[in-house]
């Protein structure tokens, strides 16, 4: 089973009549009224809605819009994975650019697998009333989400141009509605999950600063951003979005091409503009967003099963045929729920041994999370409370602190010493769930193979430090459990943590300076059994605590 399809490259010409077509034969699979009664806000039409005919533009536009709706178009059953996006036309306020950055937009959107809904917003009028019909559809699309197979925590908006500038509105006035509520929809959050504007307009003074009321409400916590706009475009209103989000602390991508000019929507370019629309969905799938259905269901079953402490779902049988790489996928989207409540602090190796990479049937170490709130000071001596019954188990492991931020490939086992600032020894206790059949290296991943808790020793310099021959034993209650040495990780401790750092990054983590590695279990892996613990390692000290 494939379930992450990308956008593959079609000629330009190819492209265009599908896009065309389909935008052009295709009808909404629903139209819906904003508002049950007289919309609130300022509206300046002059007549019956009608087609602006006859200007200079490829594509026709709409204008006198007074009755808004959102309409629906919801991506094929078989691809749908749970996003949606108000998809919010440009125009100045005046018309709206409703045939070529609406519904072919939709069209665009339906095949990444997302449902799209265009904004039919009230033109000609003040930004702030077409903010008060986005808002107003938000609330529409999450109090459908149920029914439409959403997730109500994956709506956002794409914006063009003037529609970038709703949009802004929509990410700086979302903690209340612009105008009063009209019914149960309006309860719910206006706040898009993500928002993409492309090549925005309205959003400046005449002296080039963000305009007001937008400048003062940026702020950390804001959602996810991304920006594209051609250099070549007589506006700069991206360029000083991107300056102001990035000191508000607004995570941000920024696409700035050439050449381009304004308006090109989704519509092929045979320029490098063109791409924007792969470097949307690379950034939708890198937040998770463009996650299959079934990934979705499985991280939220997970994150519930490992709440209560009981054994997390299966991967290969919730999503039969998933591959090693789709199980890190859900890996990810587990750890952006966990991380939301308990910040990451590290990360952690598993199947050092080549012994234990034999059985998985992988040629590498396994990596996960873990969290601060597991991380226990490696004082000694130190209690570490554990509950009848609880399913823990022991390990030993040699640890590294990073000294630099890693998003990248690391090509030898020198370079990851050379990114290593501390090595540290490391008791891990994370739960052992019981399992039936053979041990799968995808059901450990999807799990997260994170630990609840882990102490943490006296860090020692890595400069001329060779963890490889510290020498580990274990003992309970002053009897032997285990001895062994970093030298039993497979290819030696360097090329483990070498690979392990590749396999986080290659999977999408960024891991930044500070961060703790947990290497993997070195020796046995004992069950938790109520006692006094001492781990002598060597030059690295000793850690000695208590489960009690």
Known sequence: MHLFPRCTCLSGSLLAALIGFTALAREPDLVLPLWPGTPPGESRAQGEEHRVEGRP???????DITVPSLVVFHAPAEKRNGTAVLVCPGGGMQRLAYEHEGLEVAAWLNSLGVTAGV??????????TAAMDAQRALGL?????AEWKLDADAIGTLGFSAGGEIGVWLLTHAEARLYSATDAADQLSARPDFAGLIYSGGLLQRDGALKEPFAGKLKVGLPPVFLAHAFDDISHESLTLALALKSAGVPTEVHVYREGGHGFGVRPTGIPTDGWKDRFADWLGSLGFLDAAPVRDLARRTAAALAAMQSPPRFTESVPGGSLDEAYVAQRRLVRTQAAGDPVAGFKGAAAAAA????????GPLAGVVFRSGRLDGRSPQVVPVRDGEPVVVETE??????????????TDEQARGAVEAVVPIIELPRSFPTTGPADARNMVAANIGSDRYLVG???KAERF???AVAITLKRDGQVLHETTG?????GQWHNLRLVLNTLTRHGYTIPAGSVILGGALGKIQPGEKGRYEAAFGELGTITFELK
């Open 356 to 363: 234990v990479q034999k059985a998985l049937g992988v040629d």
């Open 57 to 63: 533009r490829p594509f026709y536009q709409l204008t």
């Open 466 to 468: 060779n963890p490889d």
């Open 141 to 145: 699309i999450r109090a459908r989400a």
């Open 119 to 128: 904004l039919k917003y009230r033109v000609p009028a003040p930004a702030r």
């Open 458 to 460: 006296a860090p020692v």
């Open 398 to 411: 040699i640890g590294y602190v990073t000294s630099v931020d890693l998003s990248y490939e690391i090509l």
């Open 487 to 491: 030298g039993t990780a497979a290819g």
